[in-house]
Nanobody, 127 residues
Framework: QVQLVESGGGLVQAGGSLRLSCAASGRTGISSYAMGWFRQAPGKEREFAAAISASGRSENYADSVRGRFTISRDNTKNTLYLQMNSLKPEDTAVYYC???????????????????WGQGTQVTVSS
């Protein structure tokens, strides 16, 4: 079992930056887990933003955030990060982190790839 808690959301102007964190806790650390960030805007389905392999060597991004967002992890701190730069109003959403045992298959870009989810943190980008 892994418990995930997101933080770092808030209100920011377009063009600004935010850094989200996802603290993991449980019986084991996150070093064997692939992890990802998803987001859900009002009235829309939850969508993939970024994912990272257990080792951190492999990253994957949605086209909508590639070049602006960077996913990273610190396995010694059991923490996942999402650095978001050049934010746009359309980035406004609740951001969720997710985890699953890394079996080295696929890009971990689908909701059904993940077993554990956090409660989410709100990011609002004003124009």
């Amino acid at each position: 079992q892994v418990q995930l808690v997101e933080s770092g959301g808030g209100l920011v102007q377009a063009g600004g930056s935010l850094r989200l964190s996802c603290a993991a806790s449980g019986r084991t650390g996150i070093s064997s887990y692939a992890m990802g960030w998803f987001r859900q805007a009002p009235g829309k389905e939850r969508e993939f933003a970024a994912a990272i392999s257990a080792s951190g060597r492999s990253e994957n991004y949605a086209d909508s955030v590639r070049g602006r967002f960077t996913i990273s992890r610190d396995n010694t701190k059991n923490t996942l990060y999402l650095q978001m730069n050049s934010l746009k109003p359309e980035d406004t959403a609740v951001y969720y982190c997710a985890a699953t045992v890394d079996r080295r298959r696929g890009t971990y870009s689908q909701i059904y790839d993940y077993d554990y989810w956090g409660q989410g943190t709100q990011v609002t980008v004003s124009s």
